[in-house]
């Protein structure tokens, strides 16, 4: 059971700017810092504040801020970040504040190299950078306080923002300590791989449930969204979209009417060279309320383009034809000969299953504020992947990327809609045209019909069992438009087992399993014109929201036509023997060990020993005896700590970010 604290509510702390160079190139994305001095606001903080890291420093009155690299879309990633920090630094959580990063690179991932947050990677790909920058300053906290009081460091003990000196029974509080101005140590990247982190066992603050610290924020109403954002001068801007998702044209734009209205200041028809947008027209107007009238009023005609007449039906059909031809994309599994396999076997079942275009649908509209500040442009909006939209909003603004500057917001959901940054693009280019700070604001409407919305997918699934009903062989196809190819970004891609090129592997994962089937096989096919036609992007849980879904479906079909319990169907396939097997010191072995309980305890009996712990050079595990094996902890500590439920990470990872079990949330 967690442990509870007593709630506290922090107080309000500003959010630090910075500034940074992100440009794109063929090969994807290049990075590099603008230098200091751009504006006044992205002053570093007083040099009265000690930083033992980028990630937080700690202020003459002992508070604690950490800066959060990551995208808060409600889901308390910031939170999650300072318990990092406080268990290492031995803070007090009264203590701990929050702020968030801007777009410069020192706050990249410290795995990934970017900003961006999705995949439930947050929590797994920071914990031992924010772990080692927390130690840091405990270290440093630690040799100053003995160098004041004059004892051994090593007799020190560091506990809830106090460091005290049990034999003397002297102590100093993080404020004196940072205050006397000793605490000056610092640490090179050797420095910091050489700390010794704290076991499991020591934690006093991961795995405690402590109160979220943008909570207080969000109710006393000073936690500021995108759309919260009011600049000195600023207009509004409505969109005007056109009747086909993508790849029309504005042929003319008729304004006489809007002129007639109060507040109309112009209408402005995208020109944007990164594609994000096509055939779009912002209507820019004192307030928002007339900037809507303002778009309601103006005619506009279009070239439908290349994707005028496409539809679900069309986009269904192209899907079918492609994973008719037996050459057709690429195999993300290819494990021994299904085709063979299905000519010997005792049965052989085969299902077809689609999944529609889905929408995100956040809570906060989508949104974007731009203001010029001479030669910078700044960006105020929510954001989940700030690396690639700072460099789409210097590709709209037709500037050299080193002169934006991001400001990150709170996110009023995110669900992987706002990894895309096309409400930015609208903004950027009436801020350019009238000379003002614009903010732009979607209706419903306009999120709804220009969403980057989860692809139209086509799956089949063929299986065949034995005499015994044992599945012996399994196909599945699976044809969509590609998400994340869309990126332009070749490391998201992952290289193809029959090495035919890089494959999107956030369309099929999920269908490599840890099921044994001993012939299998897993295609992604490419539906190319469901992928120009209707741009996709990555929502919530991402390729298993299908996936998973028509894997299920196949296992319950085969229970049914071999008589079999599907739950124990389920169970006899996790038998340890398959090319994806899980490990037990990670989050879904110990999900798998979890669902064998339950099972047991639904049929009142024991189940057979299927579960193995297998490493390389390991051998087998019996898992039968319901002892917690060893490593069970590790993986549940791996997928809770600091209270947040993380997915679990799927062990194996083609690619430079690899491939996971669950998307972009």
């Known amino acids: 059971m967690n442990k509870h604290v007593k709630n506290l509510a922090p107080e309000t702390t500003d959010l630090s700017r910075r500034s940074f160079l992100v440009g794109t190139a063929a090969t994807g994305l290049v990075l590099g810092y603008a230098g200091s001095g751009i504006d006044q606001a992205l002053a570093a903080p007083a040099p009265a504040n000690f930083e033992p890291s980028v990630w937080y420093s700690i202020a003459p009155d002992g508070l604690v801020t950490v800066t959060c690299g990551k995208a808060d879309m409600g889901q308390h990633v910031a939170s999650t970040m300072a318990q990092i920090v406080a268990e290492e630094l031995g803070a007090n959580w009264k203590d701990m504040r929050v702020q968030l990063a801007s777009n410069d690179p020192k706050f990249n991932d410290p795995v990934l190299g970017a900003q961006i947050t999705g995949g439930s990677w947050s929590t797994m790909m920071n914990f031992d950078a924010m772990s080692r920058a927390g130690a840091a300053g405990r270290i440093a906290l630690t040799e100053a306080a003995a160098a004041s009081m004059g004892v051994p460091a090593s007799e020190l003990v560091v506990r809830a923002s106090t460091i005290s000196h049990p034999k003397s029974k002297k102590s100093m509080s993080f404020a004196d300590v940072v205050k006397s101005g000793k605490a000056t140590k610092t640490f090179t990247a050797d420095d910091l791989k050489a700390i010794k982190l704290k076991t499991p066992d020591q934690y006093t603050m991961i795995g405690v449930s402590v109160p979220q610290l943008d909570i207080p924020l969000k109710v006393n109403g000073t936690a500021k969204y995108g759309i919260d954002t009011m600049l ?48 779009w027209v912002v209507a820019v107007a004192n307030t928002y309320a007339q900037a809507k009238k303002a778009a309601e009023a103006l005619k506009i005609s279009y070239d439908g383009g290349p994707n005028a007449k496409a539809s679900s039906e069309a986009l269904l059909a192209e899907a079918k034809r492609l994973q008719g031809l037996s050459d057709s994309g690429q195999f993300f599994v290819k494990d021994g000969d299904p085709d063979a396999a299905f000519g010997t076997a005792a ?24 203001e010029f500040k001479g030669d910078i442009l700044h960006i105020y909006s929510g954001n989940q992947f700030a690396t690639r939209s700072g460099a789409i909003a210097a590709g709209a603004a037709g500037i050299d990327p080193k002169f934006v500057v991001m400001h990150q917001t709170w996110l009023g959901g995110g669900f992987g809609r706002r990894l895309d940054a096309d409400m930015m693009v609208p903004a950027v280019q009436a801020a350019k045209a009238v000379g003002k700070p614009v903010k732009v604001i979607y209706s419903r409407e306009n999120d709804m019909t220009m969403d980057f919305s989860r692809p139209l997918t086509f799956q089949k699934v063929k299986a065949g069992v034995d005499g015994d009903g044992k599945l012996v062989a399994l196909s599945h196809d699976v044809v969509s438009a590609w998400p994340t190819q869309r990126w332009g970004i070749p490391d998201f891609l992952s290289p193809s087992v029959d090495k035919k090129g890089p494959l999107d592997a956030f369309t099929v994962n999920g269908a490599d399993f840890f099921y044994t089937v001993p012939n299998h096989y897993v295609r992604a096919i490419k539906n190319e014109m469901a992928h120009n036609a209707t741009p996709s992007g990555q929502l919530r849980s991402v390729a298993p929201g299908w996936t998973f879904w028509a894997v299920e479906s196949m296992v319950d079909e085969i229970a049914h036509a071999t008589g079999k319990d599907p739950a124990l169907l389920r169970v006899e396939l996790l038998d340890g023997k398959g090319n994806r097997v899980f490990n037990l010191g990670t989050g879904t072995g110990v999900s798998v060990l979890q669902l064998k309980a339950s099972f047991e305890l639904a049929c009142g009996q024991t189940l057979p020993t299927v579960f193995a712990d297998r490493r390389p050079g390991d051998h087998r595990r019996d898992l039968s005896s319901g002892r917690k094996p060893e490593g069970a902890r590790l993986g549940a500590t791996a997928v809770r700590r600091c209270g947040m439920h993380e997915h679990r990470a799927r062990g194996r990872r083609p690619g430079v970010l690899g491939q996971l079990d669950h998307g972009l949330v």
């Not at 734009?253 to 109060?262: E, F, G, H, I, Q």
């Not at 049965?347 to 974007?368: D, F, Q, R, S």
């Open 232 to 279: 000195p001068g600023m207009v509004y801007g409505a969109l005007v979209t056109p009747p086909v998702r993508y790849g029309a044209a504005v042929k003319s734009v008729d304004d006489s009417a809007a002129k007639k209205l109060p507040g109309f200041i112009k209408a402005v028809t995208l020109d944007d060279k990164t594609m994000t947008t096509t055939g």
């Open 347 to 370: 049965k052989v079942l085969e299902a077809e299953y689609t999944t529609n275009i889905n929408i995100h649908a956040p809570m906060e509209p989508m949104n974007a504020t731009a």
